[in-house]
């Protein structure tokens, strides 16, 4: 029943660093893994980051690992991308992905709750 909203999008410079935001209603998410995932053209949505429900655990893609950090306030009901060094690469529609479950999961087909996603282009 949880709602998602993704905001900060839009187009920046390669290794510029943009903030997303996703902000869920319906419901707490304080006990929910929250992901984020991403999707080109024709490609699969594919797996971006994810973490627990404390924060305090966080997985990522390799192709992402040290550049860009999940982060979550459950007292704001909100979940954070922070994407720094970024490439034309990058360039995506991300979504926010949320599941109620302990255990994280890089697996698209197991996050049950989906934000309308929002793009970020990186010009090079």
């Known amino acids: 029943q949880v709602q998602l909203v993704e905001s900060g999008g839009g187009l920046v410079q390669a290794g510029d660093s943009v903030r997303l935001s996703c902000a869920a209603s319906?419901?707490?998410?304080?006990?929910?893994?929250m992901a984020w995932f991403r999707q080109a053209p024709g490609k699969e949505r594919e797996f971006v980051a994810a973490?627990?429900?404390?924060?305090?655990?966080?997985i990522y893609a390799d192709s992402v690992k040290g550049r860009f950090s999940i982060s979550r306030n459950n007292a704001n009901n909100t979940v954070s991308l922070q994407m720094n060094s970024l490439k034309p690469e990058d360039t995506r529609v991300y979504y926010c992905?949320?599941?109620?479950?302990?255990?994280?999961?890089?697996?698209?087909?197991?996050?049950?709750?989906w934000g309308q996603g929002t793009q970020v282009t990186i010009s090079s």
């Open positions: 319906g419901r707490s998410i304080s006990t929910y893994v």
């Open positions: 992905a949320a599941r109620a479950s302990t255990v994280l999961s890089r697996l698209r087909g197991l996050y049950g709750n």
């Open positions: 973490i627990n429900w404390s924060g305090a655990t966080t």
